[in-house]
């Protein structure tokens, strides 16, 4: 793995938790996993059985079995845009659900379909044949698969009418052996996917089998065999990822402006140094009808005096103008404007950087209500670190 992204995601990790990534055919999303809000949908293309999910050096892959021309691909996602692109053919037609998983310890992807496990190359595509899994049961079919972080992988077998419960097995990745741990407290249904999150807690998307309709996310304890839901997932899900959360902090003090106003920034998305859009820096409680710029520099933090409040960056930098912050029509003066900007796209198309650099930026625009040298709006500030 590429060491600046592997140095990013431990750092986002142990600063600002984790996200988790969904596919469900049709649509990409991005949730908190500690709460199951979904922070960004976007769609998805191609539209029908893709399959899997891992995470790779900030991007993420999965496979699209085309029953057209009867040879699957694997294709990548950038999780700022939910833009996919084709990596390349895996050079077999997967006729049975796979399985896909990467292992962190080697950075090799592994996928799993009928009773066989291949290596995947994440750089073309092509699979390679392993191994046969190795069982006492012939008819074992394992249905999902996951490695943690010490290179450990488990697979849950597809329900039968022999065993019509969830099992958990240990694989042994070189030999294709399957070891059974138990069975899962699940009851009657399938897991759909499974993976392990930074911190090694299994999750695992269940169907239950009187509701075919219903998805639940459990965290799975793998020494007691006991899941625990975490949060439903209505639009279920065919692949499940974790990645670090962008390390975004919010710091600097705004200035109160003529009307009342605290201009308070926000933002939603990935910051990225590769994405042409995904990352939108707003603000709030702006004057109405007035004009803003972001302003953006690599210089680090400040808290210099200006213009009646603080500016919270170091020059140099530059500025991105929004858009007017409409709100009330005049005569009014009022808070109820906003600006808003892709800084993604500015960097991308202006501002070229690498993933790893740490930007910052605040909002500022000009108050009628108050004298010059006075005369501006000045939000508070945030620091951002583009990933990849």
């Given at each position: 793995?590429?060491?600046?992204?592997?140095?990013?995601?431990?750092?986002?990790?142990?600063?600002?938790?984790?996200?988790?990534?969904?596919?469900n055919n049709w649509q990409f999303m991005t949730?908190?996993?500690?709460?199951?809000?979904?922070?960004?949908?976007?769609?998805?293309?191609?539209?029908?059985?893709?399959?899997?999910?891992?995470?790779?050096?900030?991007?993420?892959?999965?496979?699209?079995?085309?029953?057209?021309?009867?040879?699957?691909?694997?294709?990548?996602?950038?999780?700022?845009?939910?833009?996919?692109?084709?990596?390349?053919?895996?050079?077999?037609?997967?006729?049975?659900?796979?399985?896909?998983?990467?292992?962190?310890?080697?950075?090799?992807?592994?996928?799993?379909?009928?009773?066989?496990?291949?290596?995947?190359?994440?750089?073309?595509g092509r699979m390679t044949f392993r191994t046969?899994?190795?069982?006492?049961?012939?008819?074992?079919?394992?249905?999902?698969?996951?490695?943690?972080?010490?290179?450990?992988?488990?697979?849950?077998?597809?329900?039968?009418?022999?065993?019509?419960?969830?099992?958990?097995?240990?694989l042994d990745l070189e030999t294709g052996r399957?070891?059974?741990?138990?069975?899962?407290?699940?009851?009657?249904?399938?897991?759909?996917?499974?993976?392990?999150?930074?911190?090694?807690?299994?999750?695992?998307?269940?169907?239950?089998?009187?509701?075919?309709?219903?998805?639940?996310?459990?965290?799975?304890?793998?020494?007691?065999?006991?899941?625990?839901?975490?949060?439903?997932?209505?639009?279920?899900?065919?692949?499940?990822?974790?990645?670090?959360?962008?390390?975004?902090?919010?710091?600097?003090?705004?200035?109160?402006?003529?009307?009342?106003?605290?201009?308070?920034?926000?933002?939603?998305?990935?910051?990225?140094?590769?994405?042409?859009?995904?990352?939108?820096?707003?603000?709030?409680?702006?004057?109405?009808?007035?004009?803003?710029?972001?302003?953006?520099?690599?210089?680090?933090?400040?808290?210099?005096?200006?213009?009646?409040?603080?500016?919270?960056?170091?020059?140099?930098?530059?500025?991105?103008?929004?858009?007017?912050?409409?709100?009330?029509?005049?005569?009014?003066?009022?808070?109820?404007?906003?600006?808003?900007?892709?800084?993604?796209?500015?960097?991308?198309?202006?501002?070229?950087?690498?993933?790893?650099?740490?930007?910052?930026?605040?909002?500022?625009?000009?108050?009628?209500?108050?004298?010059?040298?006075?005369?501006?709006?000045?939000?508070?500030?945030?620091?951002?670190?583009?990933?990849?």
């Amino acid at each position: 793995m590429n060491l600046l992204v592997s140095t990013l995601f431990l750092l986002a990790a142990a600063g600002g938790g984790e996200r988790m990534y969904v596919q469900n055919n049709w649509q990409f999303m991005t949730l908190d996993p500690v709460t199951g809000e979904v922070l960004d949908t976007k769609p998805l293309h191609p539209l029908i059985n893709n399959r899997g999910l891992i995470s790779d050096q900030g991007s993420l892959l999965f496979l699209d079995l085309d029953v057209k021309i009867v040879r699957d691909k694997v294709h990548r996602i950038n999780p700022a845009t939910g833009r996919t692109s084709i990596v390349g053919m895996t050079g077999w037609s997967i006729d049975k659900t796979p399985a896909l998983a990467e292992d962190p310890t080697t950075g090799r992807a592994y996928v799993s379909f009928l009773q066989c496990l291949f290596e995947m190359d994440k750089v073309t595509g092509r699979m390679t044949f392993r191994t046969r899994f190795k069982t006492e049961d012939p008819s074992l079919l394992p249905s999902t698969l996951a490695i943690d972080s010490h290179g450990r992988a488990l697979a849950i077998a597809e329900p039968s009418g022999l065993n019509p419960r969830n099992r958990l097995y240990r694989l042994d990745l070189e030999t294709g052996r399957l070891a059974e741990l138990g069975t899962l407290n699940t009851g009657l249904g399938i897991y759909r996917c499974i993976a392990f999150d930074g911190s090694d807690q299994l999750w695992g998307l269940f169907t239950p089998g009187s509701n075919p309709f219903e998805h639940i996310l459990y965290k799975i304890d793998i020494a007691t065999l006991t899941a625990t839901e975490a949060f439903p997932l209505p639009g279920g899900a065919m692949g499940i990822a974790f990645g670090p959360a962008p390390d975004v902090q919010t710091y600097c003090t705004a200035k109160t402006g003529s009307a009342g106003c605290v201009p308070t920034i926000d933002w939603r998305g990935h910051p990225s140094a590769d994405a042409s859009f995904g990352f939108e820096v707003s603000c709030t409680d702006v004057l109405n009808q007035s004009v803003g710029v972001l302003l953006v520099g690599t210089g680090g933090r400040d808290a210099a005096p200006f213009m009646g409040g603080t500016l919270c960056l170091a020059p140099p930098y530059t500025a991105i103008l929004a858009a007017p912050s409409g709100g009330s029509a005049p005569p009014a003066d009022d808070c109820t404007g906003t600006w808003s900007v892709d800084l993604n796209t500015f960097v991308y198309h202006h501002l070229p950087l690498p993933a790893g650099t740490t930007v910052n930026c605040q909002w500022w625009g000009r108050d009628r209500g108050l004298p010059p040298p006075d005369n501006a709006q000045l939000s508070d500030a945030l620091e951002v670190v583009l990933m990849p």
